[in-house]
Nanobody, 127 residues
Framework: HVQLVESGGGSVPVGGSLRLSCVSSVGYVFSSHCMGWFLQAPGKEREGVAALNIDGKTTYADSVKGRFTISQDSAKNTLYLQMDSLNPEDTGMYYC?????????????????????WGQGTQVTVS
């Protein structure tokens, strides 16, 4: 079981930036899991915003393309989400997730059903 701990959330003005971090308890997580960031806005379902497949390929929701960047630092067991040009629609709880491979790859990376390990979340408020 992979334990994930997010940090870096906070309150920022419209147009501001934040960088979220997600530290894994498992050192080999990036070589054996796909990783994703999800947003759960108030009153809405949890939705995928960015994901990183096992081959390094990234996937983004249309709403964040060009503004958010997902990356990893394997030496630090850490996943990042750089968020720029934030707007009020980006407000909510951000969760980091890790998903097991299926036949050596991950599919439907913005679907929460692709993941089986979740962090506790970090709150982002844009106003």
């Amino acid at each position: 079981h992979v334990q994930l701990v997010e940090s870096g959330g906070g309150s920022v003005p419209v147009g501001g930036s934040l960088r979220l971090s997600c530290v894994s308890s498992v050192g080999y997580v990036f070589s054996s899991h796909c990783m994703g960031w999800f947003l759960q806005a108030p009153g809405k379902e949890r939705e995928g915003v960015a994901a990183l497949n096992i081959d390094g390929k990234t996937t983004y929701a249309d709403s964040v393309k060009g503004r958010f960047t997902i990356s990893q630092d394997s030496a630090k067991n850490t996943l990042y989400l750089q968020m720029d040009s934030l707007n009020p629609e980006d407000t909510g709880m951000y969760y980091c997730a890790a998903g097991r491979l299926r036949n050596g790859y991950c599919y439907s990376l913005l679907n929460r059903l692709a993941y089986n390990n979740w962090g506790q979340g970090t709150q982002v408020t844009v106003s």
